[in-house]
Nanobody, 112 residues
Framework: QVQLVESGGGLVQPGGSLRLSCAASGMIFSIYNMAWYRQAPGKQRELVAAITSGGSTNYADSVKGRFTISRDNTKNTVYLQMNSLKPEDTAVYYC??????WGQGTQVTVSS
């Protein structure tokens, strides 16, 4: 059974940092392109960052220079390091594999 499980969300003050993790199981993780999406209340789900099986990355303009996506194929895990967080980063963050497999999401709230 293919499964993606996110963790690491929570409440953080503006300017703070969080690291999200997504653990994959039931799949050959290393060959999958992975991504993080987010969905804020009343808004469409949007791509935040992506990393290919070869390690190439791309980011939404709104998070460039603040967020970093990485992967550890030995741990079947993809990460999203989020720095200099802003209130507008508040959303449910979802892990994704090949645009077809989704995790359950983890809430990130940026507020003072």
């Amino acid at each position: 059974q293919v499964q993606l499980v996110e963790s690491g969300g929570g409440l953080v003050q503006p300017g703070g940092s969080l690291r999200l993790s997504c653990a994959a199981s039931g799949m050959i993780f290393s060959i999958y392109n992975m991504a993080w999406y987010r969905q804020a209340p009343g808004k469409q789900r949007e791509l935040v960052a992506a990393i290919t099986s070869g390690g190439s990355t791309n980011y939404a303009d709104s998070v460039k220079g603040r967020f970093t996506i990485s992967r550890d194929n030995t741990k079947n895990t993809v990460y999203l390091q989020m720095n200099s967080l802003k209130p507008e980063d508040t959303a449910v963050y979802y892990c994704n594999a090949e645009e077809i497999i989704w995790g359950q999401g983890t809430q990130v709230t940026v507020s003072s």
